[in-house]
């Protein structure tokens, strides 16, 4: 079985010896292969030219046995398409060119063909990595979710109490709805693009799901990452992960994704346990650990392994992307295993 067909066969909640595995931002600066590569090349300029995205994607492929890639990318490309792009503080954190402030600046946003155009260099890469991969590891694809891209948007960046955004939700509904309207259109166009260029499973990134009130995550978030879903392939992989929403699972079962992306602080077990047989599951070991030692990566690996042992539909995974103060030892550690688990 090749990895890439281990992969699918999780993502159909077919029985498996093993669960696939990749990591949550595995291509990153925890590597001393990305680091020199950075050294010579921004964030932005690597993302945006194919031959670079391409290297830095296989790059920890090329150094661990995961089952999977996933394209080297950053989920503001959208923003950035529409016509507001962004940057990276000096201080740390995602500053926007300019924040939203007005049904006008929502108006002006480009139309979602526009994606097509402007980030044609994502469709590029993902063909030259699916001919990179030659069909033995799986491809995915990503993107944020539209209230997520929409908290960066409206806050002007990274926010601590996402204040401007749930007051637009709670006080202008209608061009709240308006600007979730064309950032749903611009991600099914962007979606399609990647599934026509080879991904073979699509991760939705609702990151901020879990900062709005409980009672209002449909409206915001979820109502907006089903219609996405609905203009997919039928039975295409999707993967949802929405950080801090496990009052939510139940409902984003039924969403149309057939993978549930949990963080650290579910019982992987229990979630699996009360989701329907046809949805899997993907994590969720807290990435935390591996900033430890190979031993405890190993017990806690071990751990979250056997919790799951006889579950169909399990992705091992971290509960959020690896950390670039992550030890390559205890990356290591994880990978040898879950590869070598029965």
């Known amino acids: 079985m090749t990895s890439r067909e281990r992969f699918l066969a999780a993502c159909a909640c077919a029985p498996l010896d093993r669960p696939p595995l990749w990591i949550m931002r595995q291509a990153g600066r925890y590597l001393p292969e990305y680091r020199a590569l950075k050294a010579k090349s921004s964030f932005l ?33 959208i923003p950035e398409a529409l016509g507001q792009g962004y940057h990276f503080r000096d201080q740390g954190g995602i500053a926007m060119e300019y924040r939203i402030d007005t049904r006008a600046q929502i108006d002006a946003l480009a139309p979602a063909e526009a994606v097509l155009e402007k980030l044609n260099y994502v469709a590029a890469t993902l063909e030259r990595l ?3 991969l030659a069909g033995q590891k799986a491809l995915l694809g ?22 401007r955004i749930k007051v637009l939700f709670y006080t202008d509904r209608p061009a709240f709805e308006a600007l979730l309207e064309k ?26 799901g879990g900062i709005i009130a409980g009672a209002d995550y449909e409206a915001a978030s979820l109502k907006w990452i089903r219609r ?14 929405a950080k801090g929403t496990a009052p939510h699972v139940s409902d984003q079962a039924f969403s149309g994704a057939r993978v549930l992306s949990v963080d650290w602080t579910s019982d992987l077990s229990i979630v699996r346990r009360t989701l ?3 949805v899997a599951v993907q994590g969720n070991l807290d990435p935390v ?27 091992f995974n971290l509960g959020h992307g690896i950390m670039p103060s992550a030890k390559i030892e205890c990356v290591q550690a994880l990978v040898d295993t879950v590869t070598g688990w029965r």
């Open 45 to 77: 300029e690597m993302v945006r030219t194919p031959e670079l995205a391409t290297e830095v994607t296989l790059q920890p492929l090329r150094r661990f046995a995961l089952d999977a890639a996933i394209l080297f990318s950053d989920i503001l490309v």
């Open 276 to 278: 329907p047989a046809n």
């Open 142 to 163: 990503f993107g944020g979710s539209p209230w997520t891209l929409a908290t960066y948007m409206v806050e002007g960046g990274s926010s601590d109490d996402f204040d």
């Open 130 to 132: 699916r001919g990179e």
């Open 289 to 315: 650990l591996l900033n430890t030692t190979p031993d405890i990566v190993r017990r806690e690996t071990g751990r979250l392994l056997e919790s799951m042992r006889g579950a169909s539909g399990h992705i």
């Open 228 to 241: 996405i879903i609905a203009a997919l392939p039928k039975d295409f992989p999707v993967i949802l992960y």
């Open 183 to 208: 950032l749903t259109a611009a991600l099914i166009v962007y979606f399609q693009m990647q599934i026509r260029a080879g991904a073979d499973a699509i991760q939705i990134f609702d990151s901020w």
